[in-house]
């Protein structure tokens, strides 16, 4: 086990990836939870996918983890979130913020994005 590791479970993080249906693309959804999760000081990605849906993986406190979860059930105002699929993890330690994955780029943008 390495030291990111042993840091990682002392603070009880953990990891959680969700797959985010319904209207959730071109309704700024992804600023949305990229907001939220800045100001819950979680780390992690949001990104478009192909199917129109918005995949979550963020990493952090469990009851941080928890209200970004509630944010994304509810979403922006002009989302319609139909279904959320989760799954829970320990956390990998893997990122250091929280940032937008641009289609095509496969590297996270960190900061609020002016258009998603």
């Known amino acids: ?16 990836e969700a797959v985010v249906s319904g209207t959730v693309q071109g309704v700024g959804y992804r600023a949305f939870v990229l ?4 100001a819950l000081g979680v780390s992690g990605t949001v990104r478009n996918l192909p199917d129109g849906c918005v995949e979550v993986i963020a990493e952090g406190a469990a009851d941080r983890l928890a209200s970004l979860l509630e944010y994304l059930r509810q979403g922006p105002g002009g989302a319609r979130v139909e279904d959320l699929r989760l799954s829970w993890h320990e956390a990998t330690g893997k990122y250091t913020t929280f940032g937008l994955v641009h289609a095509g780029w496969g590297s996270p943008k960190e900061g609020p994005s002016r258009r998603t």
């Open 35 to 38: 907001g939220r999760a800045h």
């Open 1 to 16: 086990m390495d030291e990111s590791q042993n840091q990682t479970e002392s603070r009880g993080c953990r990891r959680l």
